[in-house]
């Protein structure tokens, strides 16, 4: 492992993200995103922080709420991830993908975190990524991913007796794990930081919120998305 700016990294990670904050800042993408994420939540008991890599979110998230779920499938992450939660009590870490479906899927790692992914093709329209101009360029200019077969869980099977606040970001297939938390979203209705920046999985992520479960879109900063339900919201 390598740190950098107080963040506990794996010694190959090419993503220099964590290279533009430090630790004691606590505010990842920059200064008012945490706050960008909280301020529409009602009660901060528990969040779940879905694809947290490094912890940069949980660590945030465990100095505001009284319990935190850390959702990393990425094997390689959670050693650093332990180091960079340390003395976050209150923060359980799951080495577990969360996604459309339970079982085993194909996840494809990359040096820098943001590139890899897991995309289960034939399922929910998993080529739409391949159709918009970011999935032909991905294809073509990085063919030499490793694919491994790691766990993944639906969050409709997690059975959590309350969530507050839902962020997820987890590389193109936020869409995946929206449709298998659909259940749990209708019956908790927690704010919802959403990463998305292809039209296509906006559209879908769009339909899912607003159309079927009632959400509204309140605001975005770049490719993060907020959505909120009007029955449980300060605002």
């Not at 528990?46 to 319990?67: K, N, P, R």
């Not at 991905?138 to 606040?165: A, G, M, N, S, V």
Request: a negative charge; aromatic letters at 12%.
């Amino acid at each position: 492992m390598k740190n950098v700016n107080g963040w506990w990294l794996i010694d190959g990670e090419l993503d220099d993200g964590y290279s533009k904050f430090t630790k004691e800042k606590c505010d990842w993408q920059g200064e008012g995103f945490v706050n960008f994420c909280v301020e529409n939540v009602k009660e901060t008991v528990v969040a779940l922080d879905i694809g947290a890599c490094y912890g940069a979110m949980s660590y945030a998230f465990s100095h505001l709420f009284e319990t935190v779920h850390a959702f990393e499938i990425n094997p390689d992450f959670i050693e650093p991830l332990k180091k960079n939660l340390e003395g976050c009590d209150n923060v359980i870490i799951h080495n577990v993908g969360i996604g459309i479906e339970t079982g085993l899927i194909d996840f494809s790692a990359k040096d820098a975190g943001g590139l890899s992914r897991t995309l289960p093709e034939g399922n929910f329209s998993a080529e739409i990524f391949y159709r918009s101009n970011y999935g032909r360029y991905e294809r073509k200019h990085y063919p030499d991913f490793e694919t491994r077969k790691l766990p993944i869980k639906k969050l409709d099977d997690c059975e959590f007796e309350r969530i507050d606040l839902i962020k997820i970001d987890v590389e193109h297939a936020e869409a995946f794990t929206i449709y298998g938390a659909m259940e749990t979203i209708k019956k908790h209705k927690p704010v919802i930081i959403c990463e998305s920046g292809i039209r296509q999985y906006k559209d879908v992520i769009n339909f899912l919120l607003i159309d079927v479960l009632g959400y509204e879109r309140r605001r975005s900063r770049r490719f993060d998305h907020k959505y909120v339900h009007p029955e449980n919201s300060i605002n």
